[in-house]
């Protein structure tokens, strides 16, 4: 229950195209929900956050849809450029009434943008 | 712009010695955390701490790891007697209110 499942694993997407990285969630007590970017040898950097209480989130060429139903979120990435090639995680939070601010994140999903 | 900061980048050490991973996370705030993520595997939280003590720890955390703020600004991470398995990365971050979590450049930690 405490796991975030991310998909799909690698991801190659043309320089223009749209890149969509999913996650899927089992906890109903995560109430927050950030997007790391990551690349090599360094560490996590927060790229967007979203709430449940929202269905979507857009900063620039990156936008989070949010299904609370389905229990779903996922990273739409407009306009992919090369610099954009990085491993991207999910994470979830639990709320602060139940006792933690731990993240638990997905497994990565890395994406290559070709010129 | 505040960033956390970690010492050092690589640390290279025998199993069994000891290891003390240094964060100085960003000076305002209040929940600090490790993670670690062995390579090309996902990031795991390992434990968390707040108002001087640890608020959280996962079952990675056992009896050969500790953590400290010895001095309100410096956050370490102890690994008393270090097995091969504990290499990975050791991710330092911090956050103001517990939602943003802002992560260091981490520690390559090789125990051979």
């Known amino acids: 229950q405490q796991q975030v499942k991310q998909s799909p694993q690698s991801l190659i997407v043309q320089k223009g195209g749209i890149s969509i990285i999913n996650c899927a969630y089992e906890?109903?007590?995560?109430?927050?929900f950030p997007w790391y970017q990551q690349f090599p040898g360094k560490g996590p950097a927060l790229l967007i956050a979203?709430?449940?209480?929202?269905s979507e989130k857009k900063e620039g060429r990156f936008t989070i849809s949010f299904n609370k139903s389905a229990k779903q979120f996922s990273l739409h990435i407009m306009d992919s450029q090369p610099g954009d090639s990085a491993t991207y995680f999910c994470?979830?939070?639990?709320?602060?009434?139940?006792?933690?601010?731990?993240?638990?994140f997905g497994k990565g999903t890395k994406l290559s943008v070709i010129p | 712009e505040p960033e956390v900061t970690q010492t050092p980048s690589h640390q290279v050490t025998q199993m069994g010695q000891e290891v003390i991973l240094r964060c100085v996370p960003i000076s305002n705030h209040l929940y600090f955390y490790w993670y670690r993520q062995i390579l090309g595997q996902k990031v795991e939280f390992l434990v968390s701490f707040y108002n001087n003590e640890i608020s959280e720890k996962s079952e990675i955390f056992d009896d050969q790891f500790s953590v400290e703020r010895p001095d309100g600004s410096n956050f370490t991470l102890k690994i008393r007697s270090t097995k091969l398995e504990d290499s990975a990365m050791y991710f330092c971050?911090?956050?103001?209110?517990?939602?943003?979590?802002?992560f260091g450049p981490g520690t390559r930690l090789t125990v051979l």
């Open positions: 979203i709430r449940p209480d929202v």
């Open positions: 971050a911090s956050s103001y209110t517990g939602s943003t979590q802002y």
């Open positions: 994470a979830a939070r639990k709320g602060a009434g139940a006792g933690s601010y731990q993240l638990t």
């Open positions: 906890n109903t007590a995560f109430d927050y």
